[in-house]
């Protein structure tokens, strides 16, 4: 049956049943309603959020959003009904600024009768949709016909706008403006005199394009095209806020970027790779700091810490904003309190793609550059699992018992421990620590909430490996202990510390420990926690109290004991309220680290028996506990990990502290739909998903595990990278367009919604996005030799006052735009110009400031006290360590952005301030100075030092005016004050 009987139908059956019931008629009863109060936004002229009450179809089956205000049968959940009654007051239709009647409670009732009965529509009013209803992001992709034959489709598409203007292009730039528009552009450093002139003078037809090939394989375009995108996902190198903590391998991924964009990266694989490059590229672990993009923006420590689910929230509203305004130029978030007011964003909408992230935390991401490293180390993780699982298939294979048998034999019947000759002991929670004959320490009397033991010991062996010790239980403890905690008789040890004291030597020396055991481990608290530096997580034994227990402690290196040397070991119980440890020794080894583990008693048990004797229970347990530390082992071996401050399940968040806080996420937090974006009112949870405005793909991820959070991540990249993404391809064309020209096809390009600017050239834009998609495969460099290289683009950006008349904004591009150095710009074409640019690549942040702890966690910075003739200061400033809420006054003052917030494009201010900072800043005195000085070595005297000065700066000769009055001024003032004047001219400052 097609579509229209089935309405034809459908609707007869409807209206049987109406006249039966004496239903409200829609041409009568309904349509009068909605013509009146809805059509003014939902009608054939206007269309809120795609969606239209004067179309059958799309009012039955929703717009763009796919989401309909009209259930039949089922008044009580249609929107509509909610909306013009007035029960959701965030969502009141009409809107009261719409100056729209609102409905009466008697036609709402209408209304509701109406759609209970069916609800009847006739097809004479089915109404039909026109193709201009669809927003101009939102349609379909399609390669519109060349307007004229061009040797670059470009020209092809400018030109026929301009003629139906009335208008001409501008006539091509000369070749020296066109050679530092292109330096600035593709690489963002000037060329040099010599580069100039060379071009200038140039016969070859194609040097121009061989110039451009030139560039573009330059390693410096990376750097330039990097800094771009830094902005656009607002990258900086600290968290932000009150709270603004250093993230130490953050650059990791602004070299990533950097080398990305220089391997001309195809656009497809650069999305997938910054969302998910662990799903779909395990193999290749150098990518790891592509996860960087996750991480790239704020991070609200003091939130964090006091608001933990407002926090989950906010940060993931933050990833879910850059993302979706860096790739497809949506304002989703716009939607996390309502629907979109402009858009057909549905709440629904932006809580799935707030799923997409809720399985990552942001910190460090600790991974191995070497794919080879990177499988062993899988590997070996693999088998630790498998341990803690105690995964008899995995463990209790042919291959891994060999190995399990070579472990045993190495071990043989573990370490021989000497116990240590005790000396002094106190404890410093005031209880009373007692030494019977048998060598135990026994706490009595006072029992502190808090305690720390000191134990001062010595021992007869010369060399020490690890350190044991014992639990005891006892029967003066509570459940015979071998804590003292008053209910089970457990403890919590939170820290051991050991420090060695020789003779006659002037301080004590702290002791590294390497890894420690123990014989069993309370769920939550394992033994690591004595040795990981924080006073929040402890060791404990419960439920297995009223037994000894023991924990080893092994070396970072074994430690060479001279005659008189004393140990004095620390045992930190400061968690919990009474969790003291109530009966202990200490004792040592030299043995192999590797005999000296700790092992549990069950399986010490097993160990007795003869092989062939055991249960298979036994031999998983033997094991799960001998592949657990041949694993460790293996893992000691490879070598240490490189750091990414990324987003991962598992991550080392810097938090302020003197090292990073672990923290990991084994499966995905739900997400709600949160009623009126309210923290407090969760509504239905939401599952992974995109947008429902693309009607080609889907809304809704169907997953293969939920709970595995990289599908989530890799969906949504495939979403967004998928060939029928529209939004996702003109995008980033008109990112690129953006750059060159100053200003995009389309003015707002994160904002492709209904408060976005509209194209200038519709079809210049789709026509670029599908050569983009489909004949250069994705691949930027392509994109940017097709722009530069247009007669567009070389048009000269000479004022016409004619033209101006028709357009003064330069919309229909009858010139090119004249562009001013941004802050990045400016920086390094001094330091090109004063002989001062060094071009190494890659590395840490450049600390461009004097750093002291401030009163809390952000600390204080002096950016006047930096050295400005180090090493440091002649870094391109891609490689500047950028503190987001302290920034650098000078590139501050030269609009550098506030990365606390997305920046597509860059603010460019004329200001007092700005022209002083210019003349007066440190940075700015100290490359005149170097300027002049390289021109006097260059240039004997007199006139031929204005010459090379003006060379240098401008790129060409002064004229006899300028040669003359810049000679006087150099005599009066000084060759450096006169090169500090050309570096503030406009003829410097500006690229036309």
């Known amino acids: 049956m097609s579509r229209g009987t089935a309405y034809r139908v459908a609707s007869a059956a409807v209206l049987c049943a109406a006249a039966a019931s004496a239903a409200p008629d829609y041409v009568v009863d309904v349509r009068p309603i909605l013509e009146r109060s809805c059509y003014g936004c939902h009608g054939p002229e206007k269309q809120k959020s795609g969606y239209r009450l004067d179309v059958r179809d799309i009012a039955f089956k929703g717009g763009v959003s796919g989401a309909a205000a009209i259930r039949p049968h089922d008044s009580t959940t249609s929107p509509l009904i909610r909306y013009v009654s007035g029960d959701d007051p965030d969502m009141r239709m009409p809107p009261p600024s719409s100056a729209l009647p609102a409905l009466s409670a008697d036609e709402v009732a209408t209304l509701r009768a109406w759609i209970d009965a069916g609800p009847s529509w006739p097809d004479e009013f089915a109404g039909r949709v026109e193709p201009d209803s669809v927003h101009w992001s939102l349609r379909h992709l399609v390669r519109p016909n060349m307007p004229e034959k061009s040797a670059n489709p470009i020209d092809a598409f400018v030109r026929s706008k301009l003629t139906a203007s009335g208008l001409a292009p501008s006539p091509e730039a000369d070749r020296r403006t066109l050679i530092r528009r292109i330096y600035y552009d593709l690489i963002g450093l000037p060329p040099s005199p010599e580069k100039v002139e060379a071009f200038v003078a140039a016969t070859e037809p194609n040097a121009y394009e061989n110039l451009v090939d030139e560039l573009l394989a330059s390693p410096r375009y990376g750097e330039r095209w990097a800094r771009h995108w830094l902005d656009t996902i607002h990258f900086a190198d600290s968290h932000g806020y009150e709270h603004d903590v250093a993230r130490e391998n953050a650059w990791r991924y602004r070299d990533y970027v950097i080398a990305a964009f220089n391997n001309d990266t195809s656009w497809d694989r650069f999305v997938r790779e910054q969302l998910a490059s662990d799903v779909f590229y395990p193999d290749e672990p150098q990518l790891t700091p592509a996860l960087g993009f996750l991480g790239a923006g704020t991070f609200d420590l003091s939130t964090y810490s006091t608001a933990p689910v407002t926090f989950d929230y906010l940060d993931r509203d933050d990833l879910v904003t850059q993302t979706m305004a860096a790739f497809v130029s949506t304002t989703a978030n716009c939607a996390r309190c309502h629907a979109h007011k402009f858009d057909p964003i549905s709440q629904e909408d932006y809580y799935a793609l707030q799923a997409n992230f809720s399985g990552i935390l942001k910190g ?111 029967e003066s403890l509570p459940a015979k202990g071998p804590g003292r905690q008053s209910e089970n008789g457990n403890f919590h040890l939170s820290e051991i510390k050991v420090r060695l004291f020789e003779r006659g030597g002037p301080e004590p020396v702290d002791i590294a420990l390497r890894r420690a055991t123990a014989d069993f481990n309370q769920d939550g608290w394992g033994i690591e926690h004595a040795n990981d530096g924080a006073a929040g997580t402890a060791w404990g034994i419960h439920p297995a109290e009223g037994v000894s227990h023991y924990a080893v402690f092994e070396l970072a290196e074994p430690l060479k004991l001279k005659a008189g040397a004393r140990l004095a070991i620390s045992l930190d119980q400061l968690h919990g309220s009474g969790h003291i440890i109530g009966a202990f020794n200490l004792a040592a080894t030299g043995d192999p680290a590797d005999r000296a583990v700790a092992i549990p008693a069950a399986v010490e048990s097993a160990l007795a028996l003869p092989e062939s004797e055991r249960t298979e229970a036994q031999r998983t347990a033997i094991a799960s506990t001998a592949s657990r530390f041949l694993a460790l082992d293996a893992l000691d071996r490879l070598p240490p990990q490189t750091s990414v401050y990324a987003a991962a399940k598992r991550v080392a968040m810097p938090v302020g502290e003197p090292k990073p806080k672990p923290e990991s996420l084994d499966t995905p937090k739900t997400v709600h739909l949160m009623e009126r974006g309210e923290f407090d009112k969760p509504r239905d949870e939401i599952p992974p998903g995109a947008l429902s405005a693309l009607a080609h793909l889907p809304a809704r991820f169907a997953l293969n595990d939920p709970n595995n959070e990289g599908e989530r991540r890799a969906a949504l990249a495939d979403w967004i990278a998928h060939p029928d993404n529209v939004l996702t391809w003109r995008s980033v064309v008109n990112r690129v367009w953006h750059y060159h020209f100053g200003r995009g096809l389309c003015d707002t390009p994160s904002d492709f919604g209904e408060m976005g600017g509209t194209p200038s050239h519709p079809e210049l834009i789709d026509w670029l996005a599908v050569w983009f998609r489909d004949d250069a495969k994705g691949s930027l460099k392509q994109l940017h030799r097709l722009i530069v290289t247009s007669e567009t683009y070389r048009q000269s950006s000479q004022y016409r006052a004619e033209a101006a008349r028709v357009d003064g904004e330069n919309r229909m591009l009858w010139r090119q735009n004249r562009q001013r150095l941004d802050a990045d710009a400016y920086r390094d074409f001094v330091l090109t110009v004063s002989g001062r640019l060094d071009l190494t690549m890659g590395g840490p942040g450049v600390q461009q400031f004097a750093k002291a702890p401030g009163p809390q966690l952000t600390p204080a910075l002096d950016y006047s006290a930096y050295d400005w003739k180090g090493d440091g200061a002649r870094r391109r400033s891609i490689y500047r360590f950028v503190w987001r809420g302290i920034p650098d006054p000078f590139m501050e003052a030269l609009d550098f952005p506030d990365l606390g917030l997305l920046s597509p494009t860059r603010g460019f201010s004329a200001s007092a301030l700005q022209a002083l900072a210019m003349y007066n800043n440190e940075f700015v005195l100290h490359h005149s100075a170097a300027l002049a000085e390289s021109v006097t070595q260059t240039a004997p005297d007199g006139s031929a030092l204005v010459d090379v000065a003006v060379r240098s700066v401008w790129l060409r000769a002064p004229s006899d005016d300028e040669r003359e009055a810049f000679a006087a001024f150099a005599d009066s003032y000084g060759l450096p004050a006169l090169c500090r004047v050309l570096l503030n001219s406009d003829e410097f400052l500006f690229v036309d």
């Not at 180390?377 to 190995?403: G, M, P």
């Not at 071990?411 to 021989?416: F, S, T, Y």
């Not at 000396?423 to 060598?439: C, I, K, P, Q, V």
Request: proline fraction near 2%; avoid cysteine; aromatic fraction near 6%.
């Open 364 to 474: 460090d991401v600790a991974y191995d550059e070497d794919a080879v490293v990177a499988r062993e180390r899988r590997r070996w993780d693999d088998l630790v699992r498998a341990a803690d699982a105690n995964d008899a298939a995995a463990l209790l294979t042919a291959e891994n018992e060999s190995l399990v048998r070579a472990w045993l034999e190495k071990r043989g019947d573990g370490a021989a421990w000497t116990p240590l000759t005790v000396e002094t002991f106190l404890s410093e929670g005031g209880a009373r620590l007692m030494l019977d004959g048998n060598g135990v320490l026994v706490s009595m009397g006072k029992l502190p909430e808090k305690d720390t033991y000191t134990i001062t010991a010595s021992t007869v062996l010369q060399t020490i490996s690890a350190i044991r010790l014992n639990v005891f239980a006892h």
